[in-house]
């Protein structure tokens, strides 16, 4: 099978000699040195040594080693009286690789291993991810397993689901008579609990969770178009820092309960099912309705773009800290910031997608 490549002084100094010897004896053609040189070394025709044969023949065609003896695209090459000067003293070609290649492979070099440390930060991250989960899964099991020891038998398997749909559906009805904390807990609790079930339950789950965003809609719908403000204080608080900003809005998602990071931040599904619900439903009347309209409607451009471009401003804003204990929040924003990307702002909106 053929090998690829290395980029590395002694390939670009056995090229230049394999050229230069080639035509020797009379001109040839680029192409049938190329496939010689191949052919030799059992090579693959890569991007590579394309590259770095299109680059030797330029640089030697420069450096007067090498003469064009057709003008056609498929022109044969001759050897000059200074590039058989080179052969006879091949030092020169250290020279060479120093002008035209060390510093374009250094560079090569440093960018795949930055793509490479890259990807095994990823793999690292969907690896610790795995096992978390796979250790809720064991959880959750041997708690199952526990609950089946001590409980009743149960008689009549339809009851499981018969109490499921009665509970949820006590959950639903009790739901007006909430206030707006017990509203967003129930939304909290039932979101996460969504995620992390599947079947009848999940869709339990879910829906309690609209019918708490067809009550906050029905609710804001009551507001009043000018609320009273807060007036503003001067008041630093406790704790040390010298902050110079004061933060002009509180983040939806903050509210939502997304969170991130190694210490108290969510697994991504659940991460995601909260994205999803923040991006298609309806937002808490936790604001006012001027800071609600800055979200935009749901499923809309603005919404979107606000939530983007507010995980994109933590994740730069991290960045810059100067502790580095903040890798797995950034990388969580980073993974989210593309699940909202890719699921839809490719194949539905135009607007500038917020960079790294």
């Not at 590395?8 to 010897?21: A, R």
């Not at 403000?229 to 900003?245: A, C, E, H, Q």
């Amino acid at each position: 099978m053929a090998e690829k490549i290395k980029l590395d002084f002694e390939t670009v100094k056995g090229l230049c000699e394999f050229i230069l010897l080639a035509i020797a004896d009379g001109p040839a053609s680029w192409q049938k040195v190329a496939s010689d040189f191949l052919k030799e070394g059992d090579l693959e025709n890569c991007d590579e040594f394309r590259w770095l044969f299109s680059r030797c023949i330029a640089q030697m065609l420069a450096e007067n080693w090498l003469a064009k003896a057709t003008d056609d695209p498929l022109f044969e090459i001759g050897l000059t009286f200074k590039g058989g000067t080179v052969l006879r003293h091949r030092t020169e070609i250290n020279a060479f690789y120093d002008r035209h290649f060390a510093a374009a492979i250094r560079k090569t070099e440093q960018a795949k291993a930055a793509a490479q440390a890259k990807r095994e930060k990823h793999l690292k991250a969907a690896e610790k991810a795995r096992q978390k989960a796979e250790r809720k899964a064991e959880k959750r099991k041997k708690k199952t397993r526990n609950a089946k020891t001590t409980a009743a038998p149960i008689t009549h398997p339809k009851s499981v689901k018969i109490d499921l749909f009665g509970s949820g559906k006590k959950i639903r009805a009790s739901i007006p008579s909430k206030d707006n904390d017990q509203l967003l807990k129930l939304w909290k609790s039932n979101t996460l609990g969504a995620a992390n079930s599947s079947g009848a339950k999940r869709d339990q789950h879910l829906q309690i969770v609209a019918a708490v965003e067809r009550e906050w809609r029905r609710r804001i719908k009551e507001l009043p178009e000018s609320e009273a403000f807060k007036w503003p204080s001067t008041d630093v608080g406790s704790g040390s820092g010298g902050g110079n900003f004061e933060r002009q809005e509180i983040s939806y998602l903050k509210i939502l309960g997304y969170t991130v990071g190694k210490t108290d931040g969510l697994p991504a599904s659940s991460r995601q099912l909260i994205l999803d619900r923040c991006f298609s439903g309806q937002l808490p009347p936790y604001q006012s309705i001027s800071e609600m309209r800055k979200w935009g409607d749901p499923k809309s451009s603005l919404r979107l773009k606000k939530m983007a471009y507010h995980i994109a401003s933590l994740a730069k804003n991290f960045k810059k800290m100067p502790s580095r204990g903040y890798d797995d929040a950034i990388a969580d924003w980073e993974d989210d910031l593309k699940y909202l990307h890719e699921k839809y702002y490719v194949r539905y909106f135009r607007f500038a997608w917020p960079s790294k």
